[in-house]
């Protein structure tokens, strides 16, 4: 590059030049600094900017080893394509959703490597709310012999609560790159809601792994088929465990996915829904908190109540439940909500009126493929058509971003202040 006017001049406009540099390459340098923990040093800036006056790209070799390591190479370094953060990279347009309620594992621990389940997410699904099954379905050979039961309603034997379920995520999502990290936010699961010191596992988990959970859940309380089999004391809305375990949550800023039915099994016709008015005066015990409420309280045999729209209306329009939100995943809750050309219209108007408050998940187990995940999603094909362009959308994806960035930055938040390093 040869600079046209005498030595001074020359001086000058070299220096205009650089100044240039800096400001085009500083978003690059910026968004390497947000995704690696150590800084770029000095050098690093002005090989960049002399590479830059050579009018030269880089490959990604003039960056210290460690910045080339997360991605420095030259497409990620042309104008207009620079890294993006991890939050950001996960919400682009080009997704069809953001998974809020999704298994890794199953019933006796077993599911999908989380690399294939990368894959397997592909370009369909942004980002996904992260967790195994709290519940480990006990193998008695007393009671099923060599028939080794791999579902809940496989055995008459007994459930328990797993805690190694939570190690088990954070682990395997430390074993994934920076980048692939920010498509997931796990959650903390492995706890026993009607045991007092279900709070102290969450902070021993948070302790254990800064920087990696986002909320807790899902978990149950009141779940047909599922509750009784469990061993030990029954979970209750009305148990003191539980609020201590959500007053903790709410300090922290942990997002709380909690499954609760709005009513019991084969419930007598015309009684009022035996659970609602429970789990309403919880949510209205932890203002502080962030819940939501899965399957909108549905389950496989928990029919919509006949009232179902009024009551979840009730919490709609109350401003003291504004953090209440609800999920529409699994396919035994869309079967209900789909189910005719009528109840479609009818939940499409109900969801665009409160479009805040609801979000998309799939409620998927260890799904072995991209069908099998996308199962959910395309069930609700009826649903996607009769919702408001922007209702739809932040159903799909928005609702979660605006939940999960939030937590992401309190928990973090919190991690710093109160937690010591080791």
């Not at 960049?48 to 997360?70: D, F, I, M, N, V």
């Amino acid at each position: 590059m040869t600079l046209p006017g005498n030595r001074t001049s020359r001086r000058m406009a070299l220096a205009h030049v650089v100044v240039l540099c800096v400001a085009l390459l500083a978003p690059a340098i910026q968004a390497i600094a947000l995704t690696c923990s150590a800084p770029i040093s000095s050098s690093s800036v002005k090989s960049l900017c002399a590479l830059c006056l050579r009018g030269e790209q880089t490959s990604g070799k003039h960056l210290p080893q460690r910045h080339r390591e997360h991605g420095g190479n030259a497409e990620n370094f042309k104008l207009g394509h620079f890294p993006q953060t991890q939050s950001a990279a996960a919400q682009t347009n080009e997704y069809l959703f953001n998974d809020s309620h999704f298994h890794l594992t199953n019933y006796i621990q077993e599911g999908v490597d989380i690399h294939e389940f990368l894959k397997t997410m592909g370009n369909k699904a942004g980002r996904v709310a992260l967790f195994g099954i709290p519940l480990q379905q006990q193998w008695s050979y007393r009671v099923d012999a060599d028939r080794a039961p791999a579902y809940y309603l496989n055995s008459d034997a007994p459930l328990y609560y797993y805690s190694f379920t939570d190690a088990w995520i954070a682990t395997v999502f430390k074993s994934l790159s920076k980048e692939e990290q920010g498509r997931f936010d796990p959650m903390i699961t492995g706890f026993n809601p009607s045991d007092m010191y279900a709070a102290d596992h969450i902070r021993r988990v948070l302790q254990a792994f800064p920087g990696v959970f986002s909320g807790i859940g899902e978990f149950s309380i009141h779940k047909e088929f599922v509750s009784a089999k469990i061993s030990g004391e029954v979970a209750s809305l009305q148990d003191p465990a539980l609020d201590r375990l959500l007053d903790f949550a709410a300090e922290v800023g942990l997002v709380v996915l909690i499954h609760n039915d709005i009513d019991t099994p084969f419930a007598r016709e015309g009684s009022p829904p035996a659970y609602y008015e429970q789990i309403k005066a919880l949510f209205k015990r932890h203002p502080k908190a962030t819940f939501i409420w899965a399957h909108i309280g549905v389950g496989r045999i928990i029919r919509p109540v006949k009232e179902q729209g009024a009551l979840l209306e009730q919490l709609l329009k109350d401003p003291a439940f504004n953090h209440v939100c609800f999920d529409i995943s699994w396919n035994e809750v869309a079967k209900y909500l789909v189910a005719t050309p009528e109840s479609t219209k009818t939940v499409a108007d109900f969801i665009n009126r409160y479009p805040d408050r609801f979000l998309f998940g799939t409620d998927e187990v260890a799904p072995p493929d991209q069908e099998a995940y996308l199962r959910v999603y395309n069930q609700y094909a009826p649903l996607w058509k009769l919702l408001d362009k922007e209702t739809s959308e932040k159903v799909r994806k928005g609702n979660y971003e605006r939940i999960f960035d939030g937590a992401r930055l309190k928990v973090r938040a919190w991690e710093r202040v109160n937690l010591t390093r080791r």
